[in-house]
């Protein structure tokens, strides 16, 4: 039975248009945003929507102190994802937006739910034991929504394209988890599996808290984030050796790939501390701006 909630979006809903959408998704998610920019024209309001609908979702857990709160904020997207397609929708924009997506792009609302319920689950998360559950995290969040970006731009991919798209999405998601590990540690939440010494090489909040820009991390911190790292490396080695193969429109969509890439080697260059970090770390920086311009104009990711 669909539990009625109170619109708990609304105090953060953007305005209507998608210029307000892009607004909002370029306040919110930058990287996700420029990415989008890249996208062929006929897609890019569907990916906008998708974005945005991402981002709504995965900021519920940062602004809010009560895990129940997040709960019934959640279940509020999860009722509305539910609706899409059917006419019922929430009169919310970025609900609407995906509603037309869910139409005219022929979108099965059951990943959209999987997305609801992987953020639902995340509220109060637990330490990965080893790598295959950081990859069963990311698969269901950033996999999720790379899937989707591929299903609006061709939904009759092949097998090698999802492939390529899986791997890109584990980059993104896992170097993303990396860089935010201090800011993470903070409010309790820890990413890190063990590294390759076992229940030796266990990260806990507190190393990482400990952790400062003037000091190296100790070796069993960096074990675990050189763990997590070189698995997401070896993730975009593999997308991108199926590149060649993936039509134009096809690369523009596995851009995140571009920025994993980045986001990597910057976190190689600071010897694995992510607290030698300019203010926003996931984001690309001006000279990264340039090269990822480069990258969508070769086709590249």
Known sequence: MRMNSPNFATDSAPE???????RRLREGDRPQFL?????????????????????????????VSDPVVGQLRLKWWYDAAERLGS????????????????????IDTVDLLSLVQ???????????????????????????????????VDPKAADGTKAAAAGVARAWGLSRLLW???????????????????????????????????AAPP????ASLRLVAEAAEEALR????????????????????????????RLRRVDFNPTKRPPRPDEPGP???????????????
Not at 242 to 262: I, N, S
Not at 287 to 301: E, F, S, T
């Open 16 to 22: 209507v248009g998608n210029i307000d959408l892009a």
């Open 238 to 265: 593999r997308a991108r050796s199926r590149r060649d193969v993936l039509p134009a429109p096809m690369r523009a969509a596995l851009l995140p790939g571009a920025l994993a890439g980045m986001a990597l080697n």
């Open 35 to 63: 990415c989008c920019l890249f996208a062929p024209e006929e897609h890019y309001d569907a990916l906008l929507a998708l974005y945005n609908f991402n981002l709504e979702i995965a900021r519920v857990r940062l602004t």
């Open 180 to 214: 935010a590990a201090p800011l993470h540690a903070a409010r309790g939440w820890l990413y890190l599996p063990p590294g390759p010494n076992g229940a030796a090489g266990r990260v806990t909040a507190a190393d990482l808290k400990a952790l400062r820009a003037d």
């Open 118 to 152: 992987a953020h639902a689950d995340d509220l109060a998360p637990a330490p990965p034991a080893h790598m295959d559950d950081l990859y069963r995290y990311v698969d269901r969040t950033a996999g999720i929504i790379q899937n989707l970006a591929v299903r609006i």
């Open 287 to 301: 000279l990264d701006m340039i090269r990822l311009w480069l990258w969508a104009q070769a086709g590249r990711y």
């Open 87 to 106: 006419g019922t929708a929430p009169n919310h924009p970025v609900v609407q937006a995906m509603d037309r997506v869910a139409r005219d792009r022929g």
């Open 219 to 222: 070796d069993h911190v960096v």
